[in-house]
């Protein structure tokens, strides 16, 4: 399958061979046949990517100060290495397209196999084959509309959306500054909804092409007085609105719009320009500025795009899925041409033309460019179109190794804390890199040397050449992967959280607990990576001949999250406390070698608080050795100090660890330290686990220990929850 891709570091582009995506939960697979670059907006990513680092660090202060906390917190060297690691990859490009649907999510009820669909979304109608789309960003091409028109769709709808900020009357005059392709689009909008227009740009061609698209004046810039002509055809009263669609540096268009809106009109700003509002103008005419962002209501909220939920038609009348099916509306009326905007059309094997031609390699001028993209042969739709099976798992087969490998999930934290340490094992054989993205994947198996990689989690589960399987997906597959892996025999390392609730725990505890085919047979580690740590261990080397109960302070400056952050999701992340707290809740078992036996759990109120999400909360752990276990995580702290602290006392002796970078240990009124380098414990984790497959040890965490973690966490939230005491 071909993708067209950019490589992060060095903006190097190139038209990848990549596996197809899957269609996860709410998802249509869709075989694209053409796709629209969208000039602008593509020409930024390609040309910053392109850039060098100095530069781009020049134009995104924020992330530079955002580094220089992080190095800050972990070290230079393990930043370094994670922002490198990330420079590494590629990116995809692309967010308009069109096609035929494959295969249809059971829970998507109005959307069938074979229909023409619309499709947008970064990320989502990426410059690809296939790709997978959810429901809210796929809409239905109406019969009669050519399926090349509708893959203008998303870049129509931003044009759209501009125009419904406008709110535009009948009979009223409006400027568009700025005729490229956004531009005139915006032009055949407000000639469809009765207005006056007149366009405005700096090149001839776009000038002359307004015209075409309806435009009553197309002025030049340079070359035609713009404003008296606009005076001219408003009556001296200035144009009701101006909608700015230029993407420009230049504070000219916000300027030229001040001084020809007329008094108490609209300057509406589509594209990426300047907005140094000059307050004379502005003031004086009391004139309403308004931004219009992307395609609608709905863009950038998860539960909209990802999650399918719409907003009631009575509150929000123009979502962005129904602007994009209002555009294909105006398609099949015939009152939006798209054919007149089409100057290029390039198979997806010629893209890197394409982009020559937006990056100015040549001269000649362009408008709408399409990408097309050529039928798959039966064989590959068959196999792409099909669902895996879900049957149980065949025999345990006499060729599977347990050092052949497969991982389930290949984003930032596997290719910077896993990969890494397995990569320099001699014995182990990398065999498949599982990834929903198919270009991430493929940039994986490249890095590490995988022998192949896949977008379906069943190429791993069910190859019984591979004995061992890492899952580093989304907090929601975790247990469903896990459960399926140890059901085909495979030793599994899922990152933590095992589960995210009672539900997904007990079938993997019994599991392993009960079924004789499997206990004692297959290995189960879960990430918990800090009882790895050197300093760590050293702290409870310190207190290993004391026989009494220790009192253990936790405390973990974890900084704020947004609510629509992955992790806060009920079904994705599980919430901070099942997600994050577990490592700690861990981390206090090892040091007391004993489990938590009740709980107790306040929190501070805050307003991003929900039933499996809390920010700021103390926690209090009765141990079954008599130990205190506290926790305290905080988001409201400073973010300029350390994230973690850890303050031990037991028989008149006290260690206090700080953020993995120094150990204090105290006792007899005498004091020493150990430095550390923020080592967390990630390689150590690794290696252990893989010394245990090698040796056949049963277990690296006991069993005991990985169950009583995460179901203290599921506790620690009823505690929360009920305001009471909690026994586990």
Request: one cysteine or more.
């Amino acid at each position: 399958m071909k993708q067209i891709a950019q490589h992060v570091k060095s903006g190097a582009m190139n038209v990848a061979d990549v596996p197809p995506p899957t269609s996860g939960r709410g998802m249509i697979l869709v075989k694209n046949y053409f796709s629209v670059i969208s000039a602008g907006t593509e020409k930024t990513s390609v040309d910053s990517r392109k850039s060098s680092l100095v530069q781009r660090a020049k134009s995104q202060p924020e992330e530079v100060r955002k580094l220089v906390e992080e190095m800050r917190k972990n070290g230079f060297a393990r930043t370094y290495k994670r922002v490198m690691n990330k420079l590494d990859s590629h990116a995809a490009l692309g967010y308009s397209s069109s096609g035929v649907v494959l295969a249809v999510d059971a829970g998507v009820q109005d959307i069938e196999v074979g229909d023409r669909v619309a499709c947008g979304g970064a990320d989502y109608a990426v410059h690809s084959d296939v790709i997978a789309v959810p429901r809210n960003l796929v809409a239905k091409i109406p019969d009669g509309v050519s399926t090349e028109a509708a893959a203008y769709t998303t870049i129509a709808a931003i044009a759209l959306q501009g125009v419904r900020q406008t709110d535009p009357t009948l009979g009223e005059t409006v400027v568009v500054i700025g005729l490229g392709l956004l531009g005139q689009l915006t032009v055949q909008f407000l000639k469809a909804n009765g207005c006056s227009v007149i366009g405005i740009d700096l090149d001839p061609e776009a000038v002359a092409l307004a015209r075409k698209s309806g435009a009553d004046a197309a002025l030049n810039r340079h070359s035609n007085p713009v404003e008296s002509v606009v005076r001219s055809m408003t009556s001296g009263h200035g144009a009701d609105a101006v909608i700015i669609t230029a993407g420009t540096s230049s504070n000219d268009p916000i300027e030229l719009a001040g001084r020809i809106t007329r008094e108490r009109g609209r300057v509406v700003v589509v594209g990426a320009a300047s907005m140094n509002i000059p307050r004379g103008p502005y003031y004086m005419k009391e004139i309403d500025v308004r931004i219009s962002r992307s395609y609608g209501p709905g863009r950038y909220d998860p539960e909209y795009e990802e999650e399918g939920l719409s907003y009631p038609i009575g509150y929000v009348r123009w979502t962005e899925n129904r602007n994009m099916r209002a555009y294909l509306q105006l398609l099949a009326q015939g009152r939006i041409d798209t054919d007149i905007l089409t100057t290029h059309r390039f198979p997806v094997e010629e893209a890197l033309k394409a982009y020559a031609l937006i990056e100015g390699e040549k001269t000649e001028p362009y408008v709408g460019i399409v990408i097309s993209y050529e039928d798959l042969d039966e064989s590959e739709l068959q196999r792409i179109s099909r669902h895996a099976d879900q049957d149980k798992a065949p025999a345990i087969s006499p060729k599977r190794s347990s050092l052949t490998l497969g991982f389930i999930g290949a984003g930032s934290f596997a290719s910077g804390y896993l990969l890494p340490h397995l990569k320099d094992m001699q014995d182990i054989t990398l065999d498949c890199v599982c990834n929903r993205s198919g270009l991430t994947g493929s940039d994986m198996r490249n890095k590490f040397v995988f022998r192949r990689s896949s977008t379906r989690a069943a190429d791993v589960l069910e190859d019984e050449t591979i004995g061992t399987v890492f899952i580093a997906t989304r907090h929601g597959e975790h247990a469903p992967f896990t459960l399926e892996a140890l059901r085909h025999g495979k030793h599994v390392f899922v990152e933590k959280p095992l589960a995210l609730n009672e539900e997904e725990l007990s079938p993997i505890e019994e599991l392993l607990l009960s079924h004789p085919e499997v206990k004692g047979k297959v290995l189960l580690m879960v990430g918990f990576n800090r009882r790895f740590a050197p300093l760590v261990r050293d702290m409870r080397a310190f207190f290993e001949e004391i026989r009494e109960p220790a009192v253990i302070h936790y405390y973990i400056n974890a900084g704020f999250l947004p609510k629509d952050h992955w992790t806060q999701h009920p079904t994705d992340g599980g919430g901070r406390i099942v997600g994050e707290v577990c490592h700690f809740i861990d981390t206090i078992q090892f040091l007391t070698d004993a489990l938590p036996e009740r709980i107790s759990a306040e929190n501070a109120f805050s307003e991003n608080e929900t039933v499996t999400n809390f920010d700021n909360v103390n926690i209090t752990m009765r141990m079954t050795d008599g130990s205190l276990g506290i926790i305290t995580y905080v988001a409201n702290g400073d973010p300029s100090l350390p994230k973690e602290r850890i303050v031990m006392s037991a028989g008149n002796s006290t260690a206090i660890m700080d953020n993995f970078q120094q150990l204090t240990l105290a006792r007899a009124g005498k004091q020493s330290r150990k430095k550390g380098n923020g080592d967390k414990g990630h390689h150590d984790e690794v290696r252990a686990f893989m010394d245990a497959v090698r040796t056949k040890q049963p277990e690296v965490i006991p069993l005991e220990s990985l169950f009583a973690t995460t179901r203290t966490t599921f506790r620690i939230l009823e505690a929360l929850n009920r305001k009471e005491v909690v026994a586990l």
